[in-house]
């Protein structure tokens, strides 16, 4: 190890997502195989046993890049001199629960997340949410460190991105490898849209080679954005592997660069690019450089797919109202 560890700070380090990703954040597989990784663990105090026993394992890794592992169940200690931080922890929708309850409820944790992560986390500090709901949490987030430049703040679209990519290839017959410039508008929800027309596959459009509307309209897009209710049935939990691998490639490409001739999707504020308001933390494509990302500028956007991203960012601009009252952002 030559370099000074980088802290990467994980809520909910002891739930599921928890348990798949921190393995291979000590594996080197978040920041690159030359960069050493001090682990700082955030739970809630009940869970905080469950945390430690995970860090056991760690332990028993003998991960060459793993500096050290330290476990909080306070926000301003998690965040103290961190880096990239790691938003995994939210309240979950819970049996009669309205969606103001909800937006309630987790701002009641993203909001002294902000402020600690404004409070002691490095100059260089980067975040990632995925804590549903992700787009918004982040930007209650966001709005509680306003000494943090506001593009540090992302919600990861990243899961329904590799989700478009993998259906795409599947209907084409061709490796995932093949399919460039995929992206998802909009909120990660239900009405996201993820976009194959800007998308090509061996250099081709996507669409054009797809040429099947029906498919696009009934299958390829509903499967896309509801794929987290599909996989909640089949498995009766949550995505949580395909999640951490997500949040490991959102992180990786936003620190190590993407590929020439290709981007990937983040949720980021927009600055009113592509109508977006500005402000809303929306998906974009985005191609990132020198540990920062820039919103893929100048795309097409016809009829079909502006509606779909109008109601994307509709529902978004609701959500952003809804805690506004709340008086959370
Ligand atoms: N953006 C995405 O693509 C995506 C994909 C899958 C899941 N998710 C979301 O990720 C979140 C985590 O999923 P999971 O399956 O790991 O859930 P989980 O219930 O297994 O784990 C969540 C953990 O967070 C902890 N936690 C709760 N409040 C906390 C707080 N204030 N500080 C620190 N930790 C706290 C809990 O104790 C628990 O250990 C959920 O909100 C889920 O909906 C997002
Ligand atoms: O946790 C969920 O509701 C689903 C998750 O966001 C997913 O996309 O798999």
């Given at each position: 190890m030559t370099q000074a560890p980088v802290n990467v700070t994980v809520t909910g380090a002891a739930g599921q997502i928890g348990y798949a990703l921190l393995f291979r954040i000590a594996s080197g597989q978040l920041l690159g195989q030359d960069k050493p990784v001090r682990l700082r663990l955030l739970e809630i105090p009940q869970a905080v046993k469950a945390a430690e026993g995970t860090a056991l394992e760690l332990e028993d890794g003998a991960f060459p890049l793993l500096a050290g592992i330290d476990i909080f169940d306070d926000p301003k200690q998690a965040f103290e001199g961190t880096n990239v931080a790691l938003l995994v922890g939210a309240r979950p929708r819970t049996k009669g629960m309205e969606r103001g309850d909800l937006l309630e409820a987790n701002g009641g944790i993203f909001k002294p997340q902000g402020e600690a992560i404004n409070a002691g986390a490095a100059d260089d500090i980067k975040v990632l949410v995925v804590g549903n709901p992700a787009n918004t949490n982040a930007l209650i987030a966001k709005a509680h460190a306003p000494d943090v430049p506001a593009e540090r703040f992302t919600a990861m679209t990243r899961l329904d991105h590799n989700r478009a990519i993998a259906q795409l290839a599947k209907k084409l017959g061709v490796p995932v490898s093949d399919v460039k410039k995929m992206t998802i508008w909009g909120?990660?929800?239900?009405?996201?849209y993820p976009d194959i027309f800007n998308a090509e596959v061996k250099g081709r459009s996507a669409a054009e080679a797809v040429n099947d509307q029906a498919w696009l309209e009934n299958e390829f897009i509903p499967r896309v954005a509801k794929r987290g209710a599909e996989i909640i049935e089949a498995r009766g939990a949550s995505s949580a592997a395909s999640a951490a691998n997500a949040a490991i490639d959102h992180v990786y490409d936003w620190v190590n660069g993407t590929p020439e001739g290709d981007w990937v999707s983040m949720g980021v504020p927009s600055d009113g690019s592509y109508g977006v308001p500005e402000g809303l933390i929306s998906s974009f494509p985005v191609v990132c450089k020198n540990g920062s990302y820039e919103i893929v500028q100048g795309l097409e956007i016809n009829d079909f797919s502006r509606a779909r991203i109008d109601a994307s960012v509709a529902e978004l601009s609701e959500e952003r109202d809804a805690v506004t009252k709340l008086g959370l952002v």
């Amino acid at each position: 190890m030559t370099q000074a560890p980088v802290n990467v700070t994980v809520t909910g380090a002891a739930g599921q997502i928890g348990y798949a990703l921190l393995f291979r954040i000590a594996s080197g597989q978040l920041l690159g195989q030359d960069k050493p990784v001090r682990l700082r663990l955030l739970e809630i105090p009940q869970a905080v046993k469950a945390a430690e026993g995970t860090a056991l394992e760690l332990e028993d890794g003998a991960f060459p890049l793993l500096a050290g592992i330290d476990i909080f169940d306070d926000p301003k200690q998690a965040f103290e001199g961190t880096n990239v931080a790691l938003l995994v922890g939210a309240r979950p929708r819970t049996k009669g629960m309205e969606r103001g309850d909800l937006l309630e409820a987790n701002g009641g944790i993203f909001k002294p997340q902000g402020e600690a992560i404004n409070a002691g986390a490095a100059d260089d500090i980067k975040v990632l949410v995925v804590g549903n709901p992700a787009n918004t949490n982040a930007l209650i987030a966001k709005a509680h460190a306003p000494d943090v430049p506001a593009e540090r703040f992302t919600a990861m679209t990243r899961l329904d991105h590799n989700r478009a990519i993998a259906q795409l290839a599947k209907k084409l017959g061709v490796p995932v490898s093949d399919v460039k410039k995929m992206t998802i508008w909009g909120n990660h929800s239900a009405t996201q849209y993820p976009d194959i027309f800007n998308a090509e596959v061996k250099g081709r459009s996507a669409a054009e080679a797809v040429n099947d509307q029906a498919w696009l309209e009934n299958e390829f897009i509903p499967r896309v954005a509801k794929r987290g209710a599909e996989i909640i049935e089949a498995r009766g939990a949550s995505s949580a592997a395909s999640a951490a691998n997500a949040a490991i490639d959102h992180v990786y490409d936003w620190v190590n660069g993407t590929p020439e001739g290709d981007w990937v999707s983040m949720g980021v504020p927009s600055d009113g690019s592509y109508g977006v308001p500005e402000g809303l933390i929306s998906s974009f494509p985005v191609v990132c450089k020198n540990g920062s990302y820039e919103i893929v500028q100048g795309l097409e956007i016809n009829d079909f797919s502006r509606a779909r991203i109008d109601a994307s960012v509709a529902e978004l601009s609701e959500e952003r109202d809804a805690v506004t009252k709340l008086g959370l952002v």
